[in-house]
C-alpha cells in the first residue's frame, strides 16, 4: 500500500466516497456502514416505530444531514424510546427540546496539514462535534481512522450527551477525530499531525469549555503530544483540558482499563437481575484494544473463561481461555495482531476471514466498533446460547440484531449505558486535575464501581417506570434523556 494512501484507496487527505467505506460487519474490528435506508434499519423501523409527536424532528434531522447513516441511526434508535415521555409532558413540545437536543451546539471542521518523514506535505480532514453541554463542558474522545467523516463524529458525539449524562457527573457531550490513519506512521510523522491537529483546534477547548480525550486509534502517545501542543499554544499548564494523558502529565490510573472493566461490571449487574452471574460463563470478546483486552480480564477476574477475540484479520480461538498477558504483549507493546498471539499460544487457533460471534458463548461481547454486529450474527448467537449480550464499543449492534435480542430475551446493554465507564473515569481525571490530587488504582476502580452500578439501576427503575421492565435500552434512553431536557429547560432558550 502507498504510504499516502489510506486503506479505502483514497489520498489520506481526502474522504472514501460512500461505497467505498462500506466495511464487513464480521466482528473483526470493521463494520457496514449502515443507515435507514439499509435492510438492516428499515427493517428494525417496523419494532421501534416512532411516536408522530417526534417524526418531524426526526424527518429534520434526515433532511439537514443527508448520507449520515450512523447518525441517524443513533438518533432514530434514541427518538424510538421517547414517545411515552414527551406524551406526558407537553412542555418539551412546547419548548422544542427534542429538536434542540438533535441539533449540535457547535460544529467544527478544519484541515490539518502535515508533513511526513519525506518531507511530502499531506492534508488531512478533522471534526469535533460540541452537541450540548447542557450538563457541563462538553466531554468525548477523539478518533484517528480513515473512515471518519461527519456522520460518524455526529453519531459519536449525539450518543455521549446521553452517555455521560448517565453517569450523574457534571459533564455534557462531544466528539472529535480526523481522517488521519495513524498506522504505519513513524513517531514523528504521529508527532507533527498531533501538533498541527492541535494548533487549529486549541482555541475551541478549556477545562471548563470542551475536554476532549482518545478514541480509537488515539492513545495515551497521541494525547500527550496533543496536549503538550495545547501548553505550548496556549503558555497555560490546564491538566483538565485533555484527558487519558500519560501518569507523568496528570493521567490516573485505571483509565485504560475504565471501559472494558466498567462493561462487565455492568453485565455482571444485568446477570443478577436473573439470579445468575459471570462466574463459569463462557464469553467472547469482538476487538483485541483497549476494550476488549480489559473487559476479558474484568470478566476473567469475575470467573468466566474468555475464548475468542478478534482484529481485521480475522479472530483467535483459545479453548483454554485467553492467556492476557500474552495478549497486552502482543497488541500494547508489539502493537501486532492476533494472529500473532495464535503462533505463540499452544492450543490457539486463527480463523482469518471469520466472524467471532460463530463461536458458541454464554456471553457477548462486542468491543471493536459500530455496526460490527448485524441481525444475523445475533441469530447465530442466540442459536448458541448466548443469554446477554453487552456493547463495550458505540452502537457495535445494528438495530436488526438488537430486535432479535429483544426477541429472544437475550439481556442486552446499549452502548451509552455499558461502556460510559470510559468517558466517567475520565470525568474523575478532571476531578484529580482540577484538585490537583491522584487517586490510588484502588480507589478509582471502586468509584467507577459505584458509578456503574448507579448507571445499571437508573437504567433498570427507568425501564420499570415507563412499562418496560428488563429494557435497557428504553432505560438508558430515557433516563439520559430526561436528565439532559430538564438541565435545557431549566436554562431557557439557549
Not at 456471553?363 to 471493536?368: D, F, T
Not at 474523575?428 to 486535575?433: G, I, T
Request: aromatic share 6%; charged share 20%; hydrophobic share 40%.
Amino acid at each position: 500500500m502507498d504510504a499516502d494512501r489510506s486503506p479505502t484507496g483514497c489520498p489520506v487527505g481526502g474522504r472514501a466516497p460512500p461505497s467505498a467505506l462500506i466495511r464487513r460487519g464480521d466482528g473483526r474490528g470493521s463494520s457496514p456502514r449502515q443507515g435507514l435506508d439499509s435492510p438492516s434499519v428499515t427493517a428494525s423501523a417496523a419494532h421501534t416505530a416512532l411516536d408522530p409527536l417526534l417524526q418531524p424532528a426526526f424527518q429534520v434531522v434526515l433532511n439537514r444531514n443527508p448520507g449520515e447513516a450512523e447518525f441517524h441511526q443513533a438518533v432514530h434508535e434514541v427518538l424510538g424510546s421517547l414517545g411515552p415521555v414527551v406524551a406526558g409532558r407537553p412542555e418539551l413540545m412546547a419548548h422544542a427540546v427534542v429538536e434542540r437536543i438533535c441539533e449540535p451546539e457547535r460544529q467544527i471542521i478544519f484541515r490539518v496539514p502535515w508533513t511526513d518523514d519525506q518531507g511530502r506535505v499531506h492534508i488531512n480532514r478533522a471534526f469535533r462535534v460540541e452537541f450540548n453541554s447542557a450538563l457541563g463542558p462538553y466531554k468525548g474522545g477523539t478518533r484517528f481512522h480513515p473512515t471518519v467523516y461527519a456522520g460518524v463524529i455526529k453519531f459519536l458525539s449525539f450518543e455521549q450527551i446521553f452517555k455521560n449524562a448517565l453517569t450523574g457527573l457534571p459533564i455534557g457531550g462531544g466528539k472529535g477525530g480526523s481522517d488521519f490513519d495513524p498506522r504505519g506512521r513513524s513517531e514523528w510523522e504521529v508527532m507533527r499531525f498531533c501538533q498541527s491537529f492541535m494548533t487549529e483546534l486549541y482555541r475551541h477547548l478549556g477545562e471548563n469549555t470542551d475536554v476532549p480525550a482518545g478514541d480509537i486509534g488515539v492513545g495515551e502517545r497521541e494525547i500527550g503530544y496533543l496536549f503538550g501542543q495545547y501548553r505550548r499554544i496556549t503558555n497555560r499548564y490546564e491538566s483538565g483540558v485533555l484527558t487519558g494523558k500519560p501518569l507523568s502529565i496528570g493521567g490516573t490510573l485505571m483509565r485504560k482499563e475504565a471501559t472494558g472493566y466498567g462493561t462487565v461490571v455492568f453485565t455482571q449487574e444485568m446477570l443478577r437481575t436473573r439470579g445468575t452471574s459471570l462466574d463459569g460463563k463462557r464469553v467472547v470478546v469482538s476487538g483485541s484494544g483497549n476494550v476488549a483486552i480489559y473487559a476479558a480480564e474484568k470478566a476473567r477476574d469475575l470467573g468466566a473463561l474468555v475464548v475468542a477475540c478478534s482484529d481485521s484479520g480475522g479472530y483467535v480461538l483459545d479453548e483454554a481461555g485467553l492467556d492476557l498477558d500474552m495478549l497486552k504483549q502482543v497488541k500494547e507493546v508489539e502493537r501486532g495482531r492476533v494472529g500473532d498471539y495464535a503462533e505463540r499460544r499452544p492450543g490457539a487457533r486463527l480463523v482469518p476471514g471469520g466472524t467471532v460471534w460463530d463461536v458458541p458463548c454464554d456471553v457477548a461481547l462486542p468491543c471493536a466498533t459500530e455496526n460490527e454486529l448485524d441481525g444475523n450474527h445475533a441469530r447465530t448467537l442466540v442459536g448458541n446460547g448466548c443469554t446477554a449480550v453487552a456493547e463495550g464499543a458505540n452502537m457495535p449492534c445494528t438495530p436488526d440484531a438488537v430486535a432479535v435480542f429483544r426477541e429472544a430475551d437475550v439481556l442486552f446493554a446499549p452502548g451509552k449505558a455499558a461502556n460510559a465507564g470510559g468517558v466517567a473515569t475520565s470525568a474523575l481525571e478532571m476531578q484529580q486535575n482540577a484538585s490537583r490530587d491522584s487517586w490510588t488504582f484502588a480507589r478509582t476502580e471502586e468509584r467507577l464501581e459505584e458509578i456503574m452500578v448507579g448507571i445499571h439501576e437508573r437504567c433498570a427503575a427507568t425501564a420499570e417506570g415507563f412499562a418496560r421492565p428488563g429494557d435497557y435500552v428504553a432505560g438508558a434512553n430515557i433516563a439520559g434523556f430526561i436528565a439532559v431536557a430538564d438541565a435545557m429547560l431549566a436554562q431557557g432558550l439557549v
